[in-house]
């Protein structure tokens, strides 16, 4: 006994397990990128053209990481994917759902009916399915009218006759009281059986139209949901990989594949979302300015607290006002494959651009086409290609090229700055080599390992969050009272949606007086987010499929 005692004793404590491995991928409009991570390690990275079929498209980034880095698919914790399908969908009116807008709030609202400012193209592709019934709050929950359950079973019955298969419902101030949209939609179900109905509370903010905006382009891509997420999760399937697959929302937290069938509007803008969270976790910068420099276009915006700052005004979809979680960019069509244009001393840069044809069309890959990479390579800031297909490029052209492009971009990063110093920007995305080592407002730049994927990085690392929005009345109850209410349900919500209780904080807090409300009101907005709750896949030692073989 005392030999194993002692044996036990040299042997010292157990070694730690490896962390879960996670592959994250994002699928952007020109590239699908994609990494392979173990805890905070990135051990492999690969980038390839995003395809039409989305099934191949996934399997070929999941295979190209197998190139870079052999594991074993059972091994994987968790699959993450940022995805523009949903936003794209939007955009060019195609396979929308004809969609059933029903709002509760007669006799007041009646004014501007739902689809008054949509465009006429994208209004006519969910149909003009317009109902207008009575019920609704007040800012305080008070209702503006009863329901009238018959209105509502009228209505459904016309819903089932027209063959109509997705319905949004709207509430005046239904994120103060749902229940009026919830005894609807059980009221809806019934009378039109099979159905899928969204909800305006569980979707947007305080404001009825965005909102009432947001659940119809939610509702209306139930079918483009159906499709994508059953194609992401069989191209993961076909990778041998049994993991759990969750979607990149727009807020740069996770959410399920059944949540993303349900709210897919949830995913527009997650692409300059993961970049942005991305850059955080690849520089350790939590508070600054992040530029996403890709192919086509430059967004910038602005970390707070680690997670992107969020637009306080309406963002068009499509040409539609919504009110959901969106970052606060600003863009330029402005990125490596940008064409220039030699006129004068200062050359014309964009924001026309060869996008994917950049290996086939830059001059540096012995093509015709002068573009941003070319300017870059002949200016010293990159090799990229070919740098003797550029070698007689006028040096004044070039400086006057890469000038202007630090030029533009300064001012971007001006316009997310919220005060006049300079602060510490971080640039990401394979076009970021455009830039050198200084930029003016600028602090420092940071220019992290990876950054050429740091959008599929901040897939990968993504946490899970869960967000109160609501307005108070503090002549009923304590200001303390009611922030500590709102925290406790943000809180609530995160850990429901999948987060780890322990991990789970608060990270912002917003308290707007409203003036023009009686009983001293107030709206109060607060986000919270942790940890995804990942089991470790696999079983038995696993190291040396996840190590490439020597």
């Not at 276009?297 to 068009?316: K, M, S, Y």
């Not at 244009?341 to 840069?349: L, M, S």
């Not at 640039?427 to 390992?449: E, I, K, M, T, Y």
Request: negative net charge; hydrophobic residues 45%.
């Amino acid at each position: 006994m005392e030999a194993e005692s002692a044996e036990a004793g040299r042997a010292g404590p157990p070694a730690p397990s490896p962390a879960p491995l996670r592959v994250g991928i994002d699928v952007g409009g020109t590239n699908t990128d994609a990494v392979l991570m173990e805890g905070a390690e990135v051990l492999a990275v690969h980038k390839t053209s995003t395809s039409q079929d989305v099934t191949e498209g996934i399997c070929a980034a999941i295979e190209g990481l197998q190139g870079q880095q052999r594991f074993v698919p059972g091994a994987i914790a968790a699959v993450m994917i940022g995805t523009t399908h949903f936003t794209n969908a939007v955009v060019e009116g195609r396979r929308l759902a004809p969609t059933a807008a029903i709002r509760l709030g007669l006799p007041a609202t009646a004014s501007l009916p739902p689809l008054t400012d949509w465009p006429p193209a994208l209004r006519g592709a969910v149909g003009e399915h317009v109902f207008l019934c009575h019920g609704g709050r007040e800012f305080d929950g008070r209702p503006i009218s009863s329901l009238d359950e018959a209105e509502v079973e009228a209505v459904a019955r016309e819903i089932a006759g027209r063959g109509i298969r997705t319905v949004a419902i709207t509430s005046v101030f239904a994120p103060v009281d749902p229940q009026d949209e919830r005894r609807a939609a059980a009221i809806v179900a019934r009378g039109a059986p099979g159905v899928a109905i969204s909800c305006s509370h569980e979707l947007g903010r305080i404001g009825l139209l965005e909102r009432e905006n947001a659940t119809i382009l939610n509702a209306c891509l139930v079918d483009v949901a159906a499709h994508i997420t059953g194609a992401l999760a069989r191209a993961v399937a076909r990778a041998g990989i049994a993991a759990p697959l969750y979607i990149s929302q727009n807020d740069g937290t996770l959410m399920s594949v059944e949540a993303c069938r349900r709210y897919p509007v949830a995913t527009f803008a997650s692409g300059p979302t993961n970049s942005m969270r991305g850059a955080a976790f690849l520089s350790g910068e939590t508070d600054c300015a992040v530029v996403d420099v890709g192919g086509t276009t430059t967004d910038v915006g602005a970390l707070v607290h680690g997670f992107p700052r969020e637009a306080a005004v309406a963002i068009a979809v499509g040409g539609v006002r919504t009110n959901f979680r969106m970052p606060d960019l600003v863009s330029v069509g402005l990125g490596g494959g940008s064409v220039v244009r030699p006129h004068g001393p200062r050359p014309e840069i964009g924001p026309d651009s060869v996008g994917y044809e950049l290996t086939q069309r830059a001059r540096v890959f012995g093509g015709p086409t002068l573009t941003a990479t070319d300017l870059a390579v002949a200016g010293g800031r990159c090799a990229i290609g070919d740098p003797g297909r550029v070698e007689g490029l006028d040096p004044r052209l070039a400086a006057a090229g890469l000038e202007l492009i630090e030029s533009r971009i300064a001012e971007l990063v001006d316009r997310v700055k919220t005060g006049p110093d300079p602060v510490p920007v971080v640039l990401v995305g394979g076009g970021s080599v455009l830039l050198g080592d200084r930029l003016p407002g600028a602090s420092r730049l940071v220019r992290p390992d990876h950054f050429a994927v740091a959008n599929a990085i901040g897939a990968a690392i993504a946490q899970v969050g869960g967000e109160t929005d609501t307005v108070v009345a503090l002549a009923d109850r304590p200001r303390e009272q009611a922030l500590a209410d709102a925290k406790r349900s943000a809180v609530e919500r995160a850990v429901a949606a999948g987060a780890r209780a322990a991990t789970v904080r608060v990270v912002d807090v917003e308290e707007v007086p409203l003036a023009y409300l009686p009983s001293n009101a107030v709206r109060i907005r607060v986000k919270a987010v942790g940890d995804l709750e990942l089991a470790r896949a696999g079983s038995g030692d696993t190291a040396a499929g996840r190590r490439r073989s020597p």
